[in-house]
């Protein structure tokens, strides 16, 4: 819904109706009641839209207080109302607990021991990883195992599948050094040249990760699961934009037969499936992976 209203945006001016940004913001605000990490993507829809406005204000010869009202102009004083509106939402997700007893007060003062769980958990964890890790699963997490008879073991580890993390952060990577070129080049003038999507899928990509540099208490990579569908639009984006060269077209089958094939060879361990050990161990391609 965000996309839907950006296109809108670019093509209509901030005249665009709204409707598409409340829809942005009410989703936001039920992933937002079951998880706290998409914040970040959300911080990455305001980033983009706050990049627009401030290259209007920028051109304005006006002082430094007429900038700033012209700033929180529409649609921005929306925004707040739909923030608000969030909010009611994220709360009204607590409506099960109090009918269970909890009582208002104890449901805002949940928040922040929530808040001070995380900002003070100091445990650590033999399957814990560093944020740079993540793209290239270098230790996954190790979730189960049960060794059985005739050398067989069952397994599950937290694995993502290769030709898709690495191919596709590849590609998030020539996206980014592709759009920063272009926006060097056309002096951030000319918003529309570097391509929405290139842009839409790079900046969510990025608040969603770069936010755990600032994080010190242990993490995993299944915090970087919110990122696995941007790596498969960022493949996407480029088989989309070179698809009449018939190289690309070669490839874009090879990249998708070897995804299914690798899906297919890791699905015992990333399953449970009983299968021997040999054939378990075979697939430890980095030293970090255990299962």
Same mark, same amino acid.
């Given at each position: 819904?965000?996309? +839907?209203?950006?296109?809108?945006?670019?093509?209509?001016?901030?005249?665009?109706?709204?409707?598409?940004?409340?829809?942005?913001?009410?989703?936001?605000?039920?992933?937002?009641?079951?998880?706290? %990490?998409?914040?970040?993507?959300?911080?990455?829809?305001?980033?983009?839209?706050?990049?627009?406005? #401030?290259?209007?204000?920028?051109?304005?010869?006006?002082? /430094?207080?007429?900038? +700033?009202?012209?700033?929180?102009?529409?649609?921005?004083?929306? +925004?707040?109302?739909? #923030? %608000?509106?969030?909010?009611?939402?994220?709360?009204?997700?607590?409506?099960?607990?109090?009918?269970? *007893?909890?009582?208002?007060?104890?449901?805002?003062?949940?928040? *922040?021991?929530?808040?001070?769980?995380?900002?003070? /958990?100091?445990?650590?964890?033999?399957?814990?990883?560093?944020?740079?890790?993540?793209?290239?699963?270098?230790?996954?997490?190790?979730?189960?195992?049960?060794?059985?008879? %005739?050398?067989?073991?069952?397994?599950?580890? /937290?694995?993502?599948?290769?030709?898709?993390?690495?191919?596709?952060?590849?590609?998030?990577?020539?996206?980014?050094?592709? =759009?920063?070129?272009?926006?060097?080049?056309?002096?951030?003038?000319?918003?529309?040249?570097? *391509?929405?999507?290139?842009?839409?899928?790079?900046?969510?990509?990025?608040?969603?990760?770069?936010?755990?540099? /600032?994080? =010190?208490?242990?993490?995993?990579?299944?915090?970087?699961?919110?990122?696995?569908?941007?790596?498969?639009?960022?493949?996407?984006?480029?088989?989309?934009?070179?698809? @009449?060269?018939?190289?690309?077209?070669?490839?874009?089958?090879?990249?998708?037969?070897?995804?299914?094939?690798?899906?297919? %060879?890791?699905?015992?361990?990333?399953?449970?499936?009983?299968?021997?050990? @040999? @054939? +378990?161990? @075979?697939?430890?391609?980095?030293?970090?992976?255990?299962?």
């Amino acid at each position: 819904f965000f996309l +839907i209203y950006l296109r809108s945006v670019l093509k209509n001016g901030w005249k665009a109706p709204v409707q598409p940004l409340f829809l942005a913001i009410l989703f936001f605000a039920l992933g937002f009641s079951t998880k706290w %990490l998409v914040l970040y993507g959300f911080a990455g829809q305001l980033a983009i839209l706050a990049v627009l406005r #401030l290259r209007e204000i920028a051109k304005l010869k006006k002082s /430094l207080s007429d900038k +700033i009202n012209a700033f929180f102009n529409h649609p921005y004083s929306v +925004i707040v109302r739909f #923030l %608000l509106v969030a909010v009611l939402v994220y709360f009204l997700t607590y409506i099960p607990d109090m009918l269970a *007893g909890r009582s208002v007060i104890d449901v805002l003062g949940l928040q *922040g021991g929530m808040f001070n769980y995380h900002a003070t /958990l100091t445990a650590t964890h033999p399957y814990a990883s560093p944020w740079w890790t993540w793209p290239f699963m270098l230790k996954p997490v190790w979730l189960y195992v049960s060794y059985l008879p %005739l050398s067989m073991k069952s397994t599950i580890v /937290l694995l993502g599948n290769p030709a898709v993390w690495w191919g596709g952060f590849a590609c998030i990577i020539s996206i980014s050094i592709l =759009s920063i070129d272009k926006v060097i080049k056309t002096g951030g003038k000319r918003f529309g040249e570097v *391509g929405l999507p290139a842009i839409f899928i790079a900046t969510f990509f990025f608040f969603q990760w770069l936010p755990y540099v /600032l994080i =010190s208490r242990v993490t995993f990579i299944y915090h970087f699961y919110v990122n696995a569908p941007f790596l498969c639009l960022a493949a996407a984006y480029f088989i989309s934009k070179y698809w @009449s060269n018939r190289w690309v077209k070669v490839a874009a089958i090879a990249y998708f037969v070897s995804a299914v094939a690798l899906f297919a %060879l890791f699905y015992p361990v990333i399953s449970g499936m009983p299968a021997s050990t @040999s @054939s +378990i161990d @075979s697939l430890k391609w980095l030293n970090g992976w255990g299962f």
